[in-house]
Nanobody
Framework: VQLQASGGGLVQAGGSLRLSCQFS????????MGWFRQAPGKERDFVAA????????YYADPVKGRFAISRDNGKNTVTLQMNSLKPEDTAVYYC????????????????????WGQGTLVTVSS
């Protein structure tokens, strides 16, 4: 499995960005997908996740109401729409794929994810 994230960049506070992750190498709709982020000097934290069909989504509290995750199983892509961005959203954002996720709590656990993309940097200026 290979994951290629794109869409990061520099944006002013209050602005929007749209991250995309291209999945290849296996059957996309066999995997739950997630986005995590890592700020300098901090651990990699959960941002959002979506189940294999797209019928269920999960968000970390800091991004609820501002970010939206979606997937297109025909194009093997997962997208993170980020609105009302804040300086504290500045981080490298990683997409990840998990083949065996059943419990809701597991969607937010990075150790449950099997494959990771290379990351894309999002910088939000104040």
């Amino acid at each position: 499995v290979q994951l290629q994230a794109s869409g990061g960049g520099l944006v002013q506070a209050g602005g929007s960005l749209r991250l995309s992750c291209q999945f290849s190498g296996h059957t996309f709709n066999s995997y739950a997908m997630g986005w995590f982020r890592q700020a300098p000097g901090k651990e990699r934290d959960f941002v959002a996740a979506i189940n294999w069909s797209g019928s269920s989504t999960y968000y970390a509290d800091p991004v609820k109401g501002r970010f939206a995750i979606s997937r297109d199983n025909g194009k093997n892509t997962v997208t993170l729409q980020m609105n009302s961005l804040k300086p504290e959203d500045t981080a490298v954002y990683y997409c990840a794929a998990a083949q065996w996720v059943s419990r809701v709590i597991d969607y937010g656990r990075k150790e449950r994810y099997d494959y990771w993309g290379q990351g894309t940097l999002v910088t939000v200026s104040s």
